[in-house]
């Protein structure tokens, strides 16, 4: 388990995604954002990346702290959530549920919850309903057994070791105090549908990329024995493509879009930003 930690202070923003480098792609200029405006940010990752063509779970480890400290984030975890089989069952949620606790964050940034990647879509409603199981004051962590117990025999022998300790860790959560996160919003880069806000990224769109590059074991490979030029510029293109699209709908160069499900509240109209015509 990977973990960047400098305090045990709240974080102000948690992002969760399924998958190392997802954060990177959809909202790390958020995060850069926040971060300079002195807010703590966090990143959970919900798998480790072991199921990825290149590269192993290590690299990935190493690469994840590498853009983590880019984005200047204050505190990085994975969860050994199986790669290619996020499953929002019970315990998956009391292990995110566990994270919000722990963290305690007032904004949770989740995946967009439609996609092509069931990993992704799949972490989204997870993500959601952790956050509801995590404001419970009386949530058992220990009902993470009682519904692993009802897993197949077979199952049961290869998970004991591991339960063991999964279950004194359990103990220690249920003593956490209940918390539930003030906003949740979706990131939604992944997927093509209109966001209900941009953030403006223009001056750290840069500084983005490169936490996106510092993820070698993906990027680097993509022509094994050629140039790395081609295919860094193809993915930069891309990539500089979609946030200066999210740019436009927000009057600004690159953007990052974001869903709130909940209405704007508005205290003046003549603040409001974003050109009509
Ligand atoms: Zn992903």
Not at 19 to 43: F, N, P, S, W, Y
Not at 259 to 276: A, C
Request: hydrophobic share 40%.
């Amino acid at each position: 388990m990977s973990t960047l930690s400098f305090s045990n202070a709240a974080l102000d923003v948690l992002a969760i995604a399924a998958h190392r480098d997802d954060v990177e792609q959809t909202c790390g200029g958020t995060l850069l954002k926040m971060a300079q405006r002195g807010r703590r940010t966090g990143i959970l990752d919900l798998t480790q990346g072991e199921m990825g063509t290149r590269g192993t779970a290590e690299d990935r480890a190493r690469e994840a702290e590498e853009a983590a400290r880019i984005l200047r984030v204050s505190w990085r975890q994975a969860l050994d959530i199986p790669d290619g089989r996020v499953e929002n069952t019970f315990e998956n949620r009391l292990k995110v549920a566990r994270v919000i606790r722990e963290q305690r964050p007032r904004v949770v940034i989740l995946p967009y919850w439609k996609g092509r990647h069931p990993d992704h879509y799949t972490a989204s409603m997870l993500g959601y309903e952790a956050c509801f199981l995590a404001g419970l004051a009386k949530l058992d962590f220990r009902l993470a057994r009682a519904t692993s117990a009802a897993n197949s025999a077979e199952e049961s022998v290869s998970l004991r070791a591991g339960r063991h300790q999964d279950s004194r860790q359990d103990a220690g959560a249920t003593k956490l105090p209940p918390h539930r996160p003030f906003k949740i919003i979706y990131a939604t880069l992944y997927y093509d549908v209109r966001p209900t806000f941009v953030v403006d990224i223009t001056e750290l769109f840069e500084t983005r990329f490169q936490a996106l590059m510092a993820y070698k074991s993906q990027f680097s490979d993509q022509e094994a024995g050629k140039d790395l030029f081609p295919a860094q510029a193809e993915i930069r293109a891309r990539i500089e493509a979609m946030a200066r699209f999210y740019g436009l709908l927000g009057g600004v160069t690159y953007a990052e879009p974001f869903l709130q499900k909940e209405v704007g509240l508005v205290e003046d109209l003549t603040l409001i930003p974003v050109k009509s015509i």
